[in-house]
């Protein structure tokens, strides 16, 4: 195969996968005017088009469907051995793609990987925060960090944080107008702070559990937020109750900003967990940053 050929054909399948030249061209490491002109040059060179181009959107033609499904595979199967070549390496190297939301990479990734990855200079970590439930393998990551109960089966699963619990929290000047609640039910007379799932479009549906009787409350109230810092600063500022990590209002509940209720509704759930396909070949940094993560009671 002419060495132009599998330039053309990593181009083509980087575009094909993100359907869109900008995206890919961030990928690839190219400005996007080249990448661009290595598709329409390919497509000239083999006389099919491979693409459908809009304003909005690059759609693979039938015949670029085809090429993508049969060459793809093999593209991921010769960098797969590539990398496990170079992980033959005794020194850890190379970049680890990691996908988590942003709660789990401010108050574990960082911390625990800021006491190791500084000791090895030829391991980078690149830490995308996405609040949907991405296929990590489609999408190229090493690994994803979710909720235990959020892991794909037929991943491994490494716990990086202990269990976790929610918490229900307003502020005291809430409080004083309406009477704290006693059990979930009593959710529906109150006004809540909702929360929009990024990964669906929905507005979080509260959840609760007690003696193994588990409740799911649609509560209502004047805000909706899609962010836990947001929904933490609206329940300071008295606007209802939220239901939010129990670590993410410790502070609050100490210094008397906001009060808990229903804390015998809530019991603890299974924590941050890091995971990756059980085919994976672990390189020695891949390795290193698994061991930085994994937690320890």
Partial sequence: MPREDVG?????????????FTRASGK??????????????FEQRIGVRLLTRTTRSVVPTEAGDRLLRNVGPRLDEVEAEL??????????????RITTADHAANTILIPKLGRVIPKYPDVKVEIVVDYGLTDIVTSRYDAGVRLGEQVARGMIAIPISPEMRMAAVASPAYFEKYEPPK?????????CINIRLPTSGGVYVWEFEKRNRELKVRVEGQLTVNGIDECISAALAGFGIAFVLEDTIVEHVSDGSLGRVLEDWTPPFSGYHLYYPSRRQASPAFSLVVDALRYRP
């Fill in 83 to 96: 990398a496990s070549v170079t992980s033959m390496r005794e020194k850890p190297a190379g970049t680890i």
């Fill in 28 to 41: 690839l490491g190219v400005s996007q005017s080249a990448l661009s002109h290595t598709i329409s040059r």
């Fill in 8 to 20: 053309d054909l990593l181009a083509f399948v980087a575009v094909a996968r993100e359907r869109s």
């Fill in 183 to 191: 059990k979930p039910q009593d959710l529906t007379k109150h006004c």
